[in-house]
């Protein structure tokens, strides 16, 4: 009886052992698909026992279940063998099957501000939602916007509560080191980076720091507007890419390539009511065919910005003109949207995935529906020689936002990186890497389960 237990026990070591060896493993991407999962294990050796020992006894080996630019789902089996020949003589056997999820997406807020605020007017709804993930327990993983700095995180909150004589008492700041010393501008503004929250979000622990808890049962927004931005308002980026605008522009710069924008062969629209999107689409507005500004040169993305002389004298930065995507009356759809210039909604974007904007974003009028995932809005330019890039100062105007809510899906950003990946490969890897500042690919391990397998 002791001896079963022990090769039970084995076995269920090596089936771990396997697990870990594969979460570990120092790789680019997996795979794209099932069938190419199977070839790298096959190719790496992990689809046999003989080939993968643990101990004297003991042995494991990984099948494929499922794969995908995003995630990989596996089963490992642990055995322990009696006598020589592996594959005949096991006398236990242990299954662990589990799935992991590609790290280096970014912690994206259901709002992302790249680019430092030029101007910004906040949703005078009390009924407009920003929430963060609903998946997790707490229901608040994610910030809901997240800005290029504390100085915009602050003027976020500003604009937020308005004219409210009490304004100082309805949030708290979180830093995101617990223990920093925080010191405050004469505006408000914190000297490390963290979250402003709604106070009625936030307890203070033993030392007197404030925690964040997530429960927002006792936040009445008709008292406290920062009780509709569920998550608060960060003073970071949750992807790092979105603060390196060198990075973010060789992104781009592929996006463009990879789908034909760069040849001239993006979505040139001129009609923008009742437009509705799937998959990969990447639009720009025109008047007419002859009014293509698409920041095209010499069959590259490059927003060039240009250098010239005042009235004085004085050189000026003259930034790229950018294309404008008025009001569109229906704007609906999934997936990953670029739109290449400025944007004006009229209502919410009835979408679900990521919607990354290249220049302004303004919202005008209520309607639409709730927004699913992320909108990323980072206009930026680059030098004549696609060198010293930076993020251009933006103008967010959602102010006529109506009863509908941000939220941020995992799922929905998940399936657009998708999307995007099998577009663009490349595109892909840089954004991953971008936030990771590695070369090669790691994962989260997102579920597990143990299962006892019948040796007939």
């Known amino acids: 009886m002791a001896g079963n237990h022990r090769a039970a026990a084995s076995a269920h070591m090596a089936a771990e052992y396997g697990a870990s060896e594969l979460m570990s493993y120092d790789q680019t991407l997996l795979s794209a698909s099932k069938s190419a999962f199977e070839a790298f294990l096959e190719s790496e050796g992990y689809d046999e026992y003989a080939s993968n020992p643990v101990g004297d006894s003991s042995y494991f080996r990984v099948g494929a279940a499922g794969a995908s630019n995003i995630s990989f789902s596996a089963w490992v089996e642990g055995a322990t063998i009696s006598g020589e020949v592996v594959d005949e003589d096991v006398i236990s056997l242990r299954v662990i099957d589990f799935m992991a999820v590609l790290e280096g997406l970014g912690d994206l807020s259901p709002i992302n501000y790249a680019s430092p605020l030029a101007c910004y007017d906040g949703a005078t709804s009390a009924a407009s939602e920003v929430e963060g993930d609903e998946e997790e327990v707490d229901g608040f993983r994610y910030p809901a916007i997240s800005a290029a700095s504390p100085a915009d995180a602050k003027d976020i909150v500003d604009s937020i509560l308005g004219n409210d004589p009490n304004a100082g008492e ?71 890419i979105l603060g390196e605008p060198a990075a973010f522009h060789n992104f781009m710069r592929q996006i463009f390539e990879d789908s034909g924008a760069a040849s001239g062969d993006d979505t040139y629209v001129t009609d923008t009511t009742n437009q509705t999107f799937s998959g990969f689409n990447m639009v720009t507005y025109l008047e007419s065919d002859e009014d293509k500004n698409s920041n095209i040169i010499d069959g590259e993305y490059l927003p060039a910005r240009t250098v010239e002389l ?105 399936d657009a990186f998708e999307i995007l990946a099998g577009v663009s490969g490349d595109a892909f890897d840089l954004w991953v890497t971008g936030n990771t500042g590695e070369d090669t690919y790691s994962y989260e391990l997102v579920g597990w389960r143990e299962r006892v397998r019948d040796l007939n």
């Open 310 to 414: 005042d009235g004085d004298g004085n050189e000026i930065i003259v930034p790229p003109e950018r294309d404008f995507f008025p009001k569109g009356n229906s704007f609906s759809g999934s997936g990953f949207l670029v739109i290449n210039g400025d944007v004006e909604f009229k209502g919410n974007p009835d979408f679900e995935g990521v919607v990354v904007v290249l220049g302004d974003y303004i919202l005008d009028g209520g309607g639409g529906d709730d927004f699913k995932g992320a909108i990323i809005s980072a206009p930026y330019s680059c030098d004549a020689s696609g060198e010293n890039c930076d993020f251009e100062p933006i103008c967010i105007d959602v102010s006529g936002g109506g009863n509908n809510d941000y939220i941020h899906v995992a799922q929905a950003i998940h």
């Open 170 to 240: 309805k949030f708290v700041f979180v830093p995101s080191d617990p223990n920093a010393n925080v010191d405050f501008d004469s505006n408000g503004v914190p000297s490390v980076d963290g979250i402003f929250h709604a106070v009625e979000a936030v307890v203070y622990d033993d030392d007197n720091k404030p925690y964040y808890t997530g429960n927002y049962a006792a936040c009445d927004d008709s008292n406290n507007r920062m009780c509709n931005y569920k998550g608060g308002i960060a003073t970071w980026q949750g992807a790092n």
